[in-house]
């Protein structure tokens, strides 16, 4: 039978691993909800600058606020995927501590620790599991969401571009 210190192993490892994918998915949290705040402001200013334009530069501005909600939306879901990938691996790091504790337990209450350590383990690499499926979906919209973007502004002309940045063409 393997000493305790041995037992502990499996759960420290699981949770040093779930730190630093933890820590990779706050970096993109951040960067995306820094970006989508980014969306806002610039949809805002577009819709104050609207009021005094007309025509073509309407047109224009019109279009580039329309796009910006899109945007915006996709960039939410992508915020959600992140979101529920974080509260899985934080769930997992949980579980792991839970099974750490179990493995503590049996030394004085051998079948109660023994089977709280194996439920605790199996539910925490369920969970890191399932933290990571939502990591690969938010990963995989992430590119879609860039090719959109890109599409986007190539539809976009000089002048056209000249005017929403406010230059003179």
């Known amino acids: 039978m393997d000493s305790p210190v041995q037992q502990l192993v499996p759960p420290v490892v699981i949770i040093s691993a779930c730190g630093l994918l933890c820590l990779g998915q706050f970096a993109r949290y951040t960067a995306i909800t820094g970006r ?6 610039e949809r805002l200013e577009g819709l104050a600058k609207l009021l005094s334009l007309t025509g073509e530069e ?73 933290g990571m499926a939502f990591v690969f979906a938010e990963v995989r919209r992430s590119l879609t969401l860039v090719k959109q973007e890109h599409f986007w502004l190539e539809q976009i002309n000089e002048t056209d571009a000249a005017v929403m940045v406010g230059d003179e063409a």
């Open 58 to 130: 309407h047109r224009l501005f019109a279009e580039r606020c329309d796009e910006l909600e899109r945007q915006a939306h996709r960039l939410l879901g992508l915020v959600k995927l992140i979101r529920n990938a974080l509260l899985l691996l934080v769930l997992a790091v949980m579980c792991m501590i839970v099974s750490s504790l179990m493995i503590g337990v049996e030394a004085f209450a051998p079948r109660v620790g023994w089977w709280g350590a194996v439920v605790a383990f199996v539910a925490g690499l369920l969970c890191m599991l399932s």
């Open 36 to 41: 989508l705040r980014g969306f806002h402001r």
